[in-house]
Nanobody, 119 residues
Framework: QVQLVESGGGLVQAGGSLRLSCVASGSVFPINTMAWYRQPPGKQRELVATITNGGATNYEDSVKGRFTISRDNAKNTIYLQMNDLKPEDTAVYYC?????????????WGQGTQVAVSS
């Protein structure tokens, strides 16, 4: 069973920075694409950024230029460096991993870490 554990959330003022981490453990199969999602209060979960095991990245438009996703394959860890944070970035941030098991891909989620940005 794959476990994803996020950390690094907290309360920060607008314009500040936070760095989130997500460690994956327990997988005997390759972990392919990993991603960060977020769920703002009262809204649906939305994609923030993705990174493949080769390092290719993709970002949601509102975070481009402010957030950077990175990955350490040796540690099965991804990061999300968040700069110039805005109140609208307030959300629970979730880590997601796609694990390829033989002929199928299984999706795993972390428990989430809260990010709150004050104005």
């Amino acid at each position: 069973q794959v476990q994803l554990v996020e950390s690094g959330g907290g309360l920060v003022q607008a314009g500040g920075s936070l760095r989130l981490s997500c460690v994956a453990s327990g997988s005997v199969f390759p972990i392919n694409t990993m991603a960060w999602y977020r769920q703002p209060p009262g809204k649906q979960r939305e994609l923030v950024a993705t990174i493949t095991n080769g390092g290719a990245t993709n970002y949601e438009d509102s975070v481009k230029g402010r957030f950077t996703i990175s990955r350490d394959n040796a540690k099965n860890t991804i990061y999300l460096q968040m700069n110039d944070l805005k109140p609208e970035d307030t959300a629970v941030y979730y880590c997601k991993a796609d694990v390829k098991k033989l002929l199928q891909t299984v999706v795993y989620w972390g428990q989430g870490t809260q990010v709150a940005v004050s104005s």
